[in-house]
């Protein structure tokens, strides 16, 4: 599966500002990475991080590990 075709979705937290990340969590499963983009240029670069590493940089979010936003 390329990372051109997969469904790309942005947290319903986000506003139309522009300040907002995509992920694609449909190569969970099968690869163990989950593709990261910027939102306001879809064409540009991806990065793919591993599912275990998406997962404790959530959990650091949710609990404001990194400073509230």
């Known amino acids: 599966m390329r990372i051109e075709s997969v469904n790309w979705s942005k947290s319903s937290y986000s506003e139309n500002g522009g300040a907002c990340v995509e992920v694609a969590a449909g190569l969970v499963a099968s690869r163990g ?7 306001k240029n879809p064409g540009g ?3 793919t991080v591993s599912s275990r590493a998406f997962t404790s940089f959530v959990a650091g979010v949710k609990t404001e590990e990194f400073g509230a936003v």
């Open 45 to 47: 670069p991806v990065l």
């Open 33 to 39: 990475i989950v593709p990261v983009r910027d939102s």
